[in-house]
């Protein structure tokens, strides 16, 4: 019997409890019905940034987060010419149909979970390694040197 029981839990949560727990708050903060919906942005957002990211900031982000969600920011090439935030969002919401307004709302769901496990100061490196836009979307202003 305790076999059945440990193979319903695991059928329950197949994800390792730090990914669990990233779920949950993309969940929360985003306002999504289940952890499968949260899941599904996590993978669309890490995916999209897994195609923009490179270097050292890339390496150190993907040691900080939850191995499954490692997984699915390494397992994209980054992309030769990097999109602005605003292309970010609208590539995504191409991927998938989905409006831009909801892949917005995804976007920066999954940026918050991000943005607490690496925590302010690699995020700000990945901010000045990509291009404009991408400071609203991690809920930053967008500073631009005075001319």
């Known amino acids: 019997m305790i ?3 440990r193979a319903l839990l695991e059928h329950q949560q197949p994800y390792g409890t730090a990914y669990a727990q990233m779920l949950d708050k993309v969940r929360y903060d985003g306002a999504y019905p289940t952890r499968e919906r949260a899941d599904e942005a996590v993978r669309l957002v890490l995916s999209g940034l897994g195609r923009q990211l490179t270097g050292d900031e890339r390496v150190e982000l ?5 191995l499954e969600a490692a997984r699915v920011l390494t397992a994209q090439i980054p992309d030769i010419q990097p999109l602005t935030g605003w292309a970010f969002v609208k590539d995504l919401a191409g991927r998938t149909g989905a409006s831009l307004a909801t892949t917005r709302w995804d976007t920066g769901s999954v940026f ?3 943005a607490a496990h690496a925590g302010p100061d ?11 836009g991408y400071a609203l979307l991690f809920g930053r202003a967008e500073l631009n040197p005075a001319a």
């Not at 993907?62 to 939850?66: D, F, K, Y």
């Not at 690699?122 to 404009?132: E, M, S």
């Open 3 to 5: 076999t059945d029981e």
């Open 62 to 66: 993907a040691a900080r987060l939850p």
């Open 112 to 114: 918050a979970a991000v």
């Open 122 to 132: 690699l995020i700000t490196r990945i901010l000045h390694q990509l291009p404009t």
